[in-house]
């Protein structure tokens, strides 16, 4: 790199010799010559160098006195950036809001350029000469450049005044001699540069193959006529003659030993029809939700909107209708849900109208398919309650008007009754109107209980092949219980309507009679009522405990009123009147405060106490009032759903909206606590207004 001519100038000035700078007059030299060649006019800068430098002064310069120009002016420099924006925000995370972030960034870059060029002598560069595998003192133009001050010795100039040689020209390394010579390296991406190769494998071929053996084939030919035909209908005839004859000796057999009860089918075309029965039921099941797909759809996923704007209060929406043709002049007498199986439910078929009596029929229908029932036993009197058992869903006990209780299990085959009660096993003299499962005996045995209109309390327990039965009370008018059957007079003897166990204690339960009265009794002591409720003025026709609460019960009756107790008051704690006679009443499963009843003119009413402790929250009518009563209602154990039966054989469900099963709304940060205990609160807290006056009393 040659060094300025200012410092040959300075050298002149000063009276130094021009021969002990060697370095500057080989620079001039230089410098001279290639001027030369390119006809460059440069003068003697010698000259102009050593010469005085006058100031020149702009025309329009102000002119300022000596004191103006010795005044000191104090400016103070930030390094503050004045286009920097001050107001920044940006979101917090930790405080979920957004914030202004006071500190900017006052740096602001104009230029940047990463220089190139290293020291040839210097680590970095003996690095890359390394890397490129460059000889020493060569460069490339990609990377970045090597440069160094060198001196040859042919340009040294002689002391005694001798011309200086022009080899040093010659070796310039961007002459075009040192370009042809010398070969350039290869030139490569500067950025981001990698030499790599790689190779990736060829999988190697692979060929499988498999052959099937060949299904066997058969050909079958022959010719129809009327003697091949009536060959084969005399061999059907024979082969029926076969099974008559063997279910004859199977029937023979099943009388002798008791514990054979299953039949050897016929080997008939029935058979066939047997083996397709589950694939058919599902493909039913397909078709059916294909055809009622919009009733799918609401019963899954609408929600009546419009409840936001009725004040509380809610509505009912109609889902499917279930009937079935056999059944139409028998009215419905029970529901029941099954508690494994939330979709499947019982529907007991008889008649209330005493002088009408005659068949029944026991059918069980599931969500799934309201085209036709999944189960059917007719029977030969009518029913007129029912029950499944909880944990054996397959279980189902169920009560006659003649007086009988029976028990089908679903896992049998055929259209009897596993268990059932006769004359001799003591049946019930009068039409039974209530039957309840209770939990299993000392001895594991399934047992249940039923109340009857000859006053008797019975259990019964499933032994082997019989009912064996247990009175555990006997009703009476005059409020003792009698000890046994000769000892109290036929006019004495109080008719139960309807019973009820509790759903914590089992030995307690309560008994609704025919008179209006509700006994509170117990297994354990049968010689008296623990307590009796002067409740209605006609027959009481269902009573029910809380799900929840252990000391509140509900009962309703053909004298319009449905009343809310606690059982350790004699009064009722809540009384509806609902202008019609009420044919049944429930409590959900979801709230301790919410029940709904149904009213012969075809009405549901749906209550909340924790909403309205005076008047329902809906009020709906669904089937017409003159033509048609509606006699039950159950709640759907898990889905939003009730079903109601009315005197015409058919089962209507409905979908109640959010308001019907509106829960309390938690606060922003808080959770609601969930869970029995809860409900058993919420109940309590409107019972405490209900004790305070008596309390106060006392």
Same mark, same amino acid.
């Given at each position: 790199?040659?060094?300025?001519?200012?410092?040959?100038?300075?050298?002149?000035?000063?009276?130094?010799?021009?021969?002990?700078?060697?370095?500057?007059?080989l620079?001039?030299?230089?410098?001279?010559?290639?001027?030369?060649?390119e006809?460059?006019?440069?003068?003697?800068?010698?000259?102009?160098? +050593?010469?005085?430098?006058?100031?020149?002064?702009?025309?329009?310069?102000?002119?300022?006195?000596?004191?103006?120009?010795k005044?000191?002016?104090?400016?103070?420099?930030?390094?503050?950036?004045?286009?920097?924006?001050?107001?920044?925000?940006?979101?917090?995370?930790?405080?979920r809001?957004?914030?202004?972030?006071?500190?900017?960034?006052?740096?602001?870059?104009?230029?940047?350029?990463?220089?190139?060029?290293?020291?040839?002598?210097?680590?970095?560069?003996?690095?890359?000469?390394?890397?490129? =595998?460059?000889? &020493?003192?060569s460069?490339?133009?990609?990377?970045?450049?090597?440069?160094?001050?060198?001196?040859?010795?042919?340009?040294?100039?002689?002391?005694?005044?001798?011309?200086?040689?022009?080899?040093? !020209?010659?070796?310039?390394?961007?002459?075009?001699?040192s370009?042809?010579?010398?070969?350039?390296?290869k030139?490569?991406?500067q950025?981001? *540069?990698?030499?790599?190769?790689?190779?990736?494998?060829?999988?190697?071929?692979?060929?499988?193959?498999?052959?099937?053996?060949?299904?066997?084939?058969?050909?079958f030919?022959?010719t129809?006529?009327?003697w091949?035909?009536y060959?084969?209908?005399?061999?059907?005839?024979?082969?029926?003659?076969?099974?008559?004859?063997?279910?004859?000796?199977?029937?023979?057999?099943?009388?002798n030993?008791?514990?054979?009860?299953?039949?050897?089918?016929?080997?008939?075309?029935?058979?066939?029809?047997?083996?397709?029965?589950?694939?058919?039921?599902?493909?039913?099941?397909m078709?059916?939700?294909?055809?009622?797909?919009d009733?799918?759809?609401?019963f899954?996923?609408f929600?009546d909107?419009?409840?936001?704007?009725?004040d509380q209060?809610?509505?009912?929406?109609?889902?499917?209708? *279930?009937?079935?043709?056999?059944a139409?002049?028998?009215?419905?007498?029970a529901?029941?849900?099954?508690?494994?199986y939330?979709?499947?439910?019982?529907?007991?078929?008889?008649?209330?109208?005493? =002088?009408?009596?005659?068949?029944g029929?026991?059918?069980?229908?599931?969500?799934?398919?309201?085209a036709?029932?999944?189960?059917i036993?007719?029977?030969?009197?009518?029913?007129?309650?029912?029950?499944?058992?909880?944990?054996h869903?397959?279980?189902?006990?169920v009560?006659?008007?003649?007086?009988?209780?029976?028990?089908?299990?679903?896992?049998?085959e055929g259209l009897e009754? !596993?268990?059932?009660?006769?004359?001799?096993?003591?049946?019930?003299?009068?039409?039974?109107?209530? !039957?309840?499962?209770?939990?299993?005996?000392?001895?594991?045995?399934?047992?249940?209980?039923?109340?009857?209109?000859?006053?008797?309390?019975v +259990?019964?327990t499933?032994?082997?092949? &019989?009912?064996?039965?247990?009175?555990?009370?006997?009703?009476?008018?005059?409020?003792?219980?009698?000890?046994?059957?000769?000892?109290?007079?036929?006019?004495?003897?109080?008719?139960?309507?309807?019973?009820?166990?509790?759903?914590?204690?089992?030995?307690?339960?309560?008994?609704?009679?025919?008179?209006?009265?509700?006994?509170?009794?117990?297994?354990t002591?049968?010689?008296? *009522?623990?307590?009796?409720?002067?409740?209605?003025?006609?027959?009481?026709d269902?009573?029910?405990?809380n799900?929840?609460?252990?000391?509140?019960?509900?009962?309703?009756?053909?004298?319009?009123t449905?009343?809310?107790?606690?059982?350790?008051?004699?009064t009722?704690?809540f009384?509806?009147?609902?202008?019609?006679a009420?044919?049944?009443?429930?409590? =959900?499963?979801?709230?301790?405060?919410?029940?709904?009843a149904?009213?012969?003119?075809?009405? !549901?009413?749906?209550?909340?106490?924790?909403?309205?402790?005076?008047?329902?929250?809906?009020?709906?009518?669904?089937?017409?009032?003159?033509?048609?009563?509606?006699t039950?209602i159950?709640?759907?154990?898990?889905?939003?759903v009730i079903?109601?039966?009315?005197?015409?054989?058919?089962?209507?469900?409905?979908?109640?909206?959010?308001?019907?099963?509106?829960?309390?709304?938690?606060?922003?940060?808080?959770?609601?606590?969930?869970?029995?205990?809860?409900?058993?609160?919420?109940?309590e807290?409107?019972?405490?207004?209900?004790?305070?006056?008596e309390?106060?009393t006392?």
């Amino acid at each position: 790199m040659p060094l300025p001519n200012n410092n040959l100038g300075a050298s002149v000035r000063k009276g130094s010799i021009i021969q002990k700078l060697p370095v500057a007059k080989l620079t001039k030299v230089s410098s001279k010559k290639k001027d030369d060649e390119e006809g460059v006019d440069t003068g003697d800068g010698l000259d102009e160098w +050593s010469g005085g430098k006058a100031l020149t002064k702009p025309a329009g310069q102000l002119e300022l006195t000596e004191a103006e120009l010795k005044e000191e002016i104090t400016r103070i420099l930030t390094a503050n950036n004045p286009h920097a924006p001050q107001n920044i925000v940006r979101y917090s995370f930790k405080e979920r809001s957004y914030k202004s972030t006071s500190i900017v960034d006052q740096l602001a870059v104009h230029f940047v350029l990463e220089g190139s060029l290293l020291h040839q002598d210097s680590d970095e560069a003996r690095r890359l000469r390394a890397k490129e =595998s460059l000889p &020493e003192g060569s460069y490339d133009r990609t990377k970045k450049r090597l440069f160094s001050i060198t001196i040859p010795d042919s340009a040294i100039p002689v002391e005694d005044g001798g011309e200086v040689e022009e080899g040093g !020209v010659e070796d310039r390394p961007d002459s075009v001699a040192s370009k042809t010579d010398k070969q350039e390296p290869k030139l490569t991406n500067q950025f981001n *540069f990698s030499e790599r190769a790689s190779l990736t494998l060829t999988n190697p071929l692979r060929e499988r193959s498999c052959q099937t053996e060949p299904p066997p084939r058969s050909i079958f030919s022959a010719t129809a006529n009327q003697w091949e035909i009536y060959d084969a209908y005399v061999e059907e005839l024979q082969k029926q003659e076969k099974n008559k004859e063997k279910q004859k000796s199977v029937q023979s057999r099943k009388h002798n030993d008791k514990s054979k009860k299953k039949m050897m089918l016929m080997e008939t075309q029935s058979d066939d029809i047997t083996k397709v029965a589950k694939a058919s039921k599902i493909f039913e099941r397909m078709v059916n939700q294909n055809t009622f797909d919009d009733i799918a759809q609401d019963f899954k996923y609408f929600e009546d909107a419009s409840d936001e704007f009725r004040d509380q209060k809610g509505t009912l929406l109609p889902l499917w209708k *279930f009937q079935y043709d056999k059944a139409r002049r028998l009215s419905v007498t029970a529901l029941c849900w099954n508690k494994k199986y939330q979709d499947l439910f019982a529907v007991g078929m008889g008649s209330y109208d005493f =002088s009408k009596q005659g068949r029944g029929m026991l059918i069980f229908y599931s969500l799934k398919n309201s085209a036709f029932p999944e189960y059917i036993y007719p029977t030969s009197s009518g029913i007129l309650c029912l029950d499944i058992h909880e944990q054996h869903s397959y279980l189902v006990a169920v009560g006659f008007y003649d007086g009988c209780v029976a028990v089908y299990n679903l896992k049998e085959e055929g259209l009897e009754p !596993v268990y059932k009660s006769t004359a001799k096993t003591g049946k019930h003299t009068d039409p039974v109107w209530q !039957v309840r499962w209770q939990n299993d005996d000392m001895d594991s045995n399934h047992n249940f209980c039923s109340v009857s209109s000859d006053g008797r309390v019975v +259990s019964w327990t499933l032994v082997k092949n &019989e009912l064996v039965f247990t009175d555990i009370i006997r009703l009476s008018l005059n409020g003792t219980v009698s000890e046994g059957p000769d000892s109290v007079q036929q006019s004495s003897i109080a008719c139960g309507t309807s019973f009820d166990f509790h759903k914590q204690i089992d030995y307690l339960f309560l008994v609704g009679t025919e008179e209006g009265k509700i006994h509170k009794c117990s297994k354990t002591y049968s010689s008296q *009522f623990l307590e009796t409720y002067n409740a209605h003025s006609m027959a009481v026709d269902t009573v029910k405990w809380n799900h929840f609460h252990p000391k509140v019960f509900i009962s309703c009756s053909s004298d319009w009123t449905v009343k809310i107790w606690d059982h350790t008051i004699n009064t009722p704690m809540f009384t509806f009147d609902l202008n019609a006679a009420v044919g049944d009443v429930a409590w =959900s499963p979801y709230s301790s405060t919410v029940f709904s009843a149904v009213t012969t003119d075809g009405t !549901v009413h749906v209550f909340d106490l924790n909403v309205n402790k005076y008047k329902a929250i809906c009020q709906q009518q669904v089937v017409a009032k003159k033509k048609t009563k509606l006699t039950h209602i159950e709640f759907n154990p898990i889905y939003p759903v009730i079903i109601l039966g009315n005197d015409r054989g058919y089962v209507t469900s409905l979908k109640l909206s959010p308001n019907l099963r509106k829960k309390p709304k938690a606060k922003k940060g808080q959770e609601l606590p969930k869970g029995p205990e809860v409900e058993i609160a919420k109940m309590e807290k409107l019972l405490s207004f209900l004790r305070e006056p008596e309390r106060s009393t006392v």
